[in-house]
């Protein structure tokens, strides 16, 4: 290990401010979850035992995608193996785990999240539940990958979620999102059974999403400018 405590230190910081946001909107509780981001061949993790919505950089441990530690003092999260595991298999370059109350109350009794809004497709559409699996092992690792796969997020039966994005940034706008349509299905199935987007609908939403660039801003053309 390295004694250069000022490695990945933009990451480090990065991943503390991720912990605080996600804390601030009720996705982490006390030391439950982990949050981690890529930068080459190193990996900026949360510490085990750590204090997520009050996590500070230096609390960010810096390891190798082999896991070896790089810089930090702290050791890392217990899940360590799962968030390489997503690194290797699916590219990624953020990781978001939480134990956020509609997702983990949902992941109790779905065996999937249909898709029933459109901004679910953001996610890959409908989201798997991956069968329980003791936390930090081998089996709930290779459970969660295989959830993800075409997909950015899953949910952990009797655990919480995690989401994955090629940015941090969009890792916990995901986990946001996630938590937020857990939290509409759960309204929907207290009145009657939620409607779901069929494969039709969901190709629809995909086709004119391309087609009108959503989720961007657009200047308004110069002739309507001048109408003004």
């Not at 994005?165 to 349509?181: M, R, S």
């Not at 009145?191 to 989720?215: F, K, S, T």
Request: contains cysteine.
């Amino acid at each position: 290990m390295t004694d250069s405590s000022a490695a990945l230190g933009r990451e480090r910081a990065a991943v503390a401010d991720a912990c605080r946001r996600l804390g601030a909107e009720g996705l982490l509780i006390g030391t439950a979850g982990n949050v981690s981001v890529r930068a080459g061949e190193r990996v900026a993790i949360t510490a085990t035992g750590a204090v997520l919505a009050e996590l500070t950089a230096d609390q960010v441990t810096v390891v190798g995608l082999d896991g070896k530690i790089v810089a930090g003092a702290l050791q890392p999260t217990s899940e360590l193996e799962l968030h390489l595991g997503v690194y290797r298999r699916h590219g990624t370059g953020a990781v978001v785990h939480t134990h956020a109350p509609m997702a983990t109350a949902l992941s109790l009794v779905l065996d999937e999240l249909p898709c029933i809004h459109y901004q679910l497709l953001a996610l890959g559409g409908t989201v798997r539940v991956a069968p329980y699996a003791t936390f930090g092992t081998p089996e709930l690792a290779e459970s969660v990958l295989a959830a993800l796969e075409g997909r950015s997020a899953a949910l952990m039966a009797n655990h919480g979620a995690l989401t994955h994005a090629p940015t941090l940034d969009k890792a916990v706008e995901h986990a946001l999102l996630l938590e937020w349509a857990c939290g509409v299905y759960q309204r929907a199935a207290a009145l009657g059974p939620p409607r779901v987007l069929d494969e039709q609908q969901q190709l629809a939403v995909i086709e004119a999403a391309i087609a009108r660039d959503y989720g961007t801003t657009h200047p308004v053309p110069p002739a309507q400018e001048e109408e003004r």
